[in-house]
């Protein structure tokens, strides 16, 4: 097992925000063992802290953003992959703006600071989860997909294909980690010269330069637009080249603007929030896509490490919630309130028991003679657990009622029969936002798991 690792000593960089155009300075500082990474907004009194996460992340066009409580750090996938590649498992970025900043528009920066402070290996094992069977994310229409194969360790290939004259179908690929300095975080971000206007009118890219982006011209340009383009820039002249780039720009690779998509991937993967390894070959990615694989990895991951863990029910131990308190916070009532006792809850996690007896006025047609009880009261009494963590942080639960979205992948393993005590899990697999909560639950009879599912349902206030 690999252990895991920070960095030895803290660096500082300085730069300017794309989209902000503000100056920013960032601090990489050393963190302890199974912190992860995260970001610390200095400029704010509090200094919030927000986790680098695929769940926190709330926006994705033209750079990921996460977002905790209104704060906001945006722009972060060069950084990200600086790290994930580098092999640094845990650091606390300290940054003084809501944007990291974007210095020449590629990785190569970051990860020269990296190295020249080098790495600082911890006790802790670091996590690897290991992808087993083929899976596939998919984007609407868009033909935009994400497969990942079984592998021992980790690889990407990537392929864009923007239907444009000059930036051909290009593909480029990473087979270890170990060469991302060398062949990947060099390669800068591009744009195409119709966007800009664009971008310039939605107040984004206030500190784009030729220096930091690579900008793609489909059609001739006429010498007003050159001139437009110029005091758009703040430069004197702006020239096109033959090939299609502005200002006589060299490519440092010929598939320059595929390997700076591979490098985006990484960053965005690195918020899967753990290491893996498979195979990654993506078409056409972007931001929006490849921060929904890192987040249906991120609840693949917890779901399976969960599996082990049956939670351990003491009646003699009072509860933390008893009928009573149940019914304080969720609106269901006998016959149809299916939750004796909750016996733990956290932010993110909640254990609830109900003991089935043939009293249960659904054993009397399900089945005569062969008592079972149905599978979909089990998930109605899994979403009334659920319905505990939902409402329990709220100022007035009781004027709140949750509502199934979706019920997905539900398993049954064995019947529940009267005489049964099963015991629900359910964890949040990630943040409640705009009322809506998505959960992993699971039943148990003693040591054994009877039922499993995930469940999404939304938070709304009673008329």
Not at 3 to 10: I, N
Not at 181 to 206: D, Q, W, Y
Request: a negative charge.
């Amino acid at each position: 097992m690999q252990k895991q690792h920070t960095l030895k000593s803290g660096i500082k960089l300085n730069g300017k925000g794309l989209h902000t155009g503000l100056d920013v300075e960032i601090a990489i500082c050393p963190a302890p063992e199974n912190h992860g990474i995260k970001f610390q907004r200095t400029d704010i009194p509090e200094q919030p802290v927000i986790d680098a996460v695929a769940d926190n992340v709330t926006a994705s066009s033209r750079g990921t953003t996460l977002e905790k409580d209104g704060i906001k750090v945006s722009t972060i996938e060069h950084l990200m992959a600086s790290l994930w590649a580098s092999g640094i498992d845990n650091a606390l970025i300290k940054i003084n703006a809501p944007e990291v900043p974007i210095l020449d528009g590629s990785a190569i920066k970051y990860v020269d600071a990296i190295n020249s402070v080098g790495l600082h290996e911890q006790e802790a094992e670091c996590f690897y989860y290991t992808i087993r069977e083929k899976t596939v994310f998919r984007e609407g229409e868009s033909g935009k997909e994400i497969v990942i194969y079984p592998d021992d360790r980790f690889s990407a290939n990537v392929t864009i294909d923007f239907n444009s004259k000059v930036l051909n179908t290009q593909s480029a690929r990473l087979e270890s980690l170990e060469d991302f300095g060398r062949e990947i975080a060099p390669c800068r971000t591009f744009v195409f010269l119709h966007e800009l206007e664009a971008l310039f009118s939605n107040n984004l890219i206030k500190g784009g330069d030729f220096e930091n982006a690579i900008v793609i011209v489909e059609n001739e340009c006429e010498k007003h637009e050159l001139q437009h383009l110029a005091e758009l820039f703040n430069k004197p002249t702006v020239e096109r080249v033959p090939e299609g780039y502005l200002n006589n720009l060299q490519l440092r690779f010929i598939n320059e603007p595929a390997r700076h998509k591979l490098l985006d991937l990484i960053g965005d993967l690195a918020l899967i929030g753990f290491r893996i390894n498979g195979q990654v070959i993506a078409f056409k990615p972007g931001h929006r896509i490849n921060t929904e694989t890192a987040r249906e990895l991120r609840k693949i991951i917890k779901k399976e490490n969960l599996k082990p863990a049956v939670p351990k029910y003491n009646p003699n131990e009072a509860p933390q919630y008893d009928i009573k308190g149940i019914m304080n916070i969720l609106p269901h009532r006998p016959p149809f309130l299916l939750v004796d006792r909750i016996i733990h809850r956290t932010d993110d996690c909640v254990v609830g028991i109900k003991n089935v007896t043939m009293n249960e006025p659904f054993f009397v047609g399900h089945f005569p003679g062969e008592p079972v009880m149905p599978g979909v009261l089990q998930v109605e009494a899994m979403a009334q657990v659920g319905g505990i963590l939902a409402l329990g942080n709220l100022e007035d639960p009781e004027k709140y009622s949750t509502y199934f979205v979706k019920i997905d992948k539900v398993r049954f393993k064995k019947k529940v029969v009267p005489g049964d005590t099963l015991i629900f899990k359910l964890v949040l697999l990630e943040p409640i936002r705009r009322g809506i909560v998505t959960m992993f639950g699971q039943v148990f009879v003693g040591d054994q798991l009877v039922t499993e599912g995930e469940l999404t349902a939304q938070i709304v206030k009673n008329k």
